[in-house]
T-cell receptor, first 112, second 114 residues
């Protein structure tokens, strides 16, 4: 079945880069997403990548996809206190927003 | 543009009681979703509506959960009777229903069943 796995916690120093990793099991996944959830809020789409891409960069965010290993990562450059949140990896076979499978989330903590 | 609105923000009930949550999606969004997010887990889809019709309710525990979207706009999700394991955040999301659409989430209703 479909499964998305992430480590639970990551702690980084302010100004350093954060790298959040994710593995998924469904080789037919077409779309891979990163969502951010701040305390008391819903999820917000940060970025997404199609399975035919290896990398996508958007300002401080870099997404790397290793389709062979079914491994997705999100790198946040120059991590700030405002980046403290839970980051969810998600995958879908479809271009529609339905059938998205979410991981359990990685809590990113920033230390001064 | 107004986001997805949900109410109430918090709800505390005793087991076996009933509870209802309300969601108003982004204006013009044809597709509406209810997700359950248990503490420490990612959201899990309960039900998906396209306009006022159900597209997917395969994960909805139909013996106790029900949802409706009668006029194809706002929606309610009901639990009757509630169990302890229903304690979670109930998130509503909406999307436009077009190609490469994105999900927009509300802030959720945090339910505690005692």
């Amino acid at each position: 079945g479909e499964d998305v796995e992430q480590s639970l916690f990551l702690s980084v120093r302010e100004g350093d880069s954060s790298v959040i990793n994710c593995t998924y099991t469904d080789s037919s996944s077409t779309y891979l997403y990163w969502y951010k959830q701040e305390p008391g809020a819903g999820l917000q789409l940060l970025t997404y990548i199609f399975s035919n891409m290896d990398m996508k960069q958007d300002q401080r965010l870099t997404v790397l996809l290793n389709k062979k290993d079914k491994h997705l990562s999100l790198r946040i450059a120059d991590t700030q206190t405002g980046d403290s949140a839970i980051y969810f990896c998600a995958e879908s076979k479809y271009s529609s927003a339905s059938k998205i499978i979410f991981g359990s989330g990685t809590r990113l903590s920033i230390r001064p | 543009e107004a986001g997805v609105a949900q109410s109430p923000r918090y709800k505390i009930i005793e087991k076996r009681q009933s509870v209802a949550f309300w969601c108003n999606p982004i204006s013009g969004h044809a597709t509406l979703y209810w997700y359950q997010q248990i503490l420490g887990q990612g959201p899990k889809l309960l039900i998906q509506f396209q306009n006022n019709g159900v597209v997917d309710d395969s994960q909805l525990p139909k013996d106790r959960f029900s949802a409706e979207r009668l006029k194809g706009v706002d929606s309610t999700l009901k639990i009757q009777p509630a169990k302890l394991e229903d304690s979670a955040v109930y998130l509503c999301a909406s999307s436009s229903g077009t190609e490469n659409e994105k999900l927009f989430f509300g802030s959720g209703t945090q339910l505690s069943v005692l």
